[in-house]
């Protein structure tokens, strides 16, 4: 059975950091795209960043370039996602995703026959 995991989530003031972590189980990753996702109470589900599967190539969004970084580790199918100087903007439940097409997107709807995680959730306090 294919599961992925978030840790690392919690509650953190404005200008702090947060390491959340994705930990994949019953199948390896290293042929998929990986992706951070989010989703705040109201909004719809925005694709936060993705890599490829070497690691070579990400993505981010506009919102968070320059203090959002996502990395992976395909010996220890794990994805992680470096987020410092929050925002209280930046409040939302995190997921992760993993995904076979080797087509890098951040379209969220090019994810939907992706394996999710079950969310973790991310508040910034102001």
């Known amino acids: 059975q294919v599961q992925l995991v978030e840790s690392g989530g919690g509650l953190v003031q404005a200008g702090g950091s947060l390491r959340l972590s994705c930990a994949a189980s019953?199948?390896?990753?290293?042929?998929?795209?990986l992706g951070w996702f989010r989703q705040a109470p109201g909004k719809e589900r925005e694709a936060v960043a993705v890599?490829?599967?070497?690691?070579?190539?990400?993505y981010y969004a506009d919102s968070v370039k320059g203090r959002f970084t996502i990395s992976r580790r395909n010996a220890e199918n794990t994805v992680s996602l470096q987020m410092n100087s929050l925002k209280p903007e930046d409040t939302a439940v995190y997921y992760c995703?993993?995904?076979?097409?080797?087509?890098?997107?951040?379209?969220?709807?090019?994810?939907?026959?992706?394996?999710w995680g079950q969310g973790t959730q991310v508040t910034v306090s102001s």
């Open positions: 995703a993993a995904k076979s097409s080797p087509y890098l997107t951040m379209v969220v709807g090019d994810w939907n026959s992706a394996y």
């Open positions: 890599i490829s599967w070497s690691g070579g190539l990400t």
């Open positions: 019953g199948r390896t990753f290293d042929r998929h795209a």
